[in-house]
């Protein structure tokens, strides 16, 4: 019986192995894919930007595309204004 105790431990150690090993390959791969997906959209997002704002059609829009637009606006007004106790009263 201790044979079969051993056999038991070997293959519970090789199944967790196993899960593991599958485990870290699944985030890589999506993170990878995230990471194409924010670039995609960030490029996007810089020719919107590049375009006057009564030529954009935001119907045709997705509402992460405006949404990403509408944050590297803000980032930009946040350049541009001179940080102080004064700025936080103009918006």
């Not at 829009?61 to 541009?80: C, F, G, P, Q, Y």
Request: charged share 40%.
């Amino acid at each position: 019986s201790a044979s079969r105790k051993i056999k038991s431990e070997v293959s519970s150690r090789g199944r967790k192995r196993a899960m593991k090993d599958t485990l870290t390959e699944q985030p890589e791969k999506k993170l990878t894919h995230r990471i194409r997906q924010k670039r995609a959209k960030v490029s996007e997002v810089k020719t919107l930007l590049e375009k006057p704002d009564h030529e954009i059609d935001r119907m045709k829009l997705s509402v992460m595309h405006i949404r990403l637009l509408h944050e590297a606006r803000e980032r930009i007004k946040s350049k541009t204004i001179p940080s102080g106790p004064s700025s936080f009263n103009q918006r």
